[in-house]
């Protein structure tokens, strides 16, 4: 980790802190501060825009109830990652049961597109191959690369070992460079 990092996580540490002291400053600069790095992560499940602000709000919602189990000697990001992991779960969950009781009435007309084909406006190139990788490999990825997390932390935010995250991340680039090489065809 580099230094500056260091200063980030210390700072998010001690806002986390004045957090659970009940500081509303540290509140919203922690919010300020994390929202980004959840929101990618969420954005990531094939969630659409809706899904992803309440996966944030219900985070942070988590957040909030679970403030006093965190220990400030450890790092927070991972402690973070946790919560928001079980937050998609239990979202995940809650879909699947709805899901299973919801009984289709009607087909509609229209032929039905595989969301893989479509490229919408915004979408980058790197959103689009995140998609076609698992679940678990995309969550990895985004944690190392994206949030800036060590193997260690994430695989404490994932109830996962080190050796497991390692092997996820090989296994998720080695897609991601088959699916360049076929793409490139």
């Not at 230094?3 to 600069?29: C, H, I, P, T």
């Not at 006093?68 to 079980?86: E, G, K, M, V």
């Not at 990788?133 to 080190?162: C, F, I, N, W």
Request: glycine content about 4%.
């Amino acid at each position: 980790m580099r230094d500056d990092e260091r200063l980030g996580e210390a700072k998010m540490r001690s806002l986390m802190v004045r957090y659970q002291d009940g500081d509303s400053e540290a509140v919203e600069e922690l919010v300020r501060g994390l929202s980004p790095l959840l929101w990618r992560y969420f954005t990531s499940s094939h969630s659409s825009r809706s899904d992803t602000e309440d996966l944030l709000q219900e985070c942070w919602v988590q957040i909030h109830r679970s403030r006093h189990t965190y220990r400030a000697a450890d790092p927070l990001l991972p402690w973070i990652f946790a919560i928001a992991r079980h937050t998609r779960l239990d979202a995940y969950r809650r879909r699947r049961r709805r899901e299973s009781r919801e009984t289709l009435t009607a087909t509609p007309p229209e032929v039905a597109v595989r969301a893989d084909h479509l490229a919408l406006p915004g979408q980058t190139l790197f959103t689009h191959l995140l998609e076609k990788l698992p679940d678990s490999q995309r969550e990895v990825l985004l944690m190392l690369k994206v949030s800036g997390m060590s193997m260690e932390e994430v695989a404490r935010a994932t109830s996962s070992t080190v050796g497991a995250i390692k092997q996820k991340a090989h296994r998720a680039y080695a897609k991601l460079r088959e699916i360049i090489e076929k793409e490139g065809e």
